[in-house]
């Protein structure tokens, strides 16, 4: 967020997802790919619970709790000095690995089925019926774009394909 002011297109005052996520969870995705210098900010967010927006000289404090997700090797990032050591083990308080989807073919037909439906109701199409043949085609794949690259294939399959069951034909 920032002040009114801040900047010369801020004509007025912009709370940032930091204020916005007061009370509740703030997601930061894809936190490997965060700059050093903005690293530092994150830290002093972590570490004290406040923050300082834009063109602005008084911090505020925050009650959100913070969500982090990573695809990266954060101590490899570390090691190559690209990320912060302290601010890894601010972070490092609770992990969950969660293996890539090549490691977790059971729910290839469970992320179909939920793709399928939640595509069909936000485009408002005729929910697909999906063949064992595509379950079992999709589950050879490796995925290395993981669930994103297969709800992708999912979203361009249903556009494309005819009326009547899922095919990639």
């Not at 050093?36 to 927006?53: D, F, G």
């Not at 089925?113 to 005729?126: G, V």
């Amino acid at each position: 967020g920032h002040k009114k002011g801040a900047y010369t297109d801020a004509g007025e005052e912009r709370p940032g997802l930091v204020t916005r996520a007061g009370g509740g969870i703030l997601f930061l995705d894809e936190i490997g790919d965060l700059e050093i210098q903005s690293q530092s900010k994150l830290l002093r967010l972590i570490q004290n619970r406040e923050y300082t927006p834009l063109g602005s000289d008084i911090s505020i404090k925050t009650d959100a709790r913070i969500l982090l997700a990573t695809n990266k090797d954060l101590k490899k990032l570390i090691k190559e000095k690209k990320f912060r050591i302290d601010l890894f083990y601010r972070l490092n308080t609770h992990s969950i690995h969660i293996p890539p989807l090549r490691e977790r073919k059971d729910d290839i037909p469970l992320l179909i089925d939920h793709f399928i439906n939640t595509i069909s109701e936000e485009y408002k199409l005729p929910i697909k019926d999906v063949s064992k043949k595509i379950i079992n085609l999709l589950s050879e794949y490796q995925f290395p774009g993981n669930v994103r690259e297969l709800e992708g294939v999912i979203k361009n399959a249903v556009f494309v394909s005819s009326p009547g069951p899922l095919s990639f034909e």
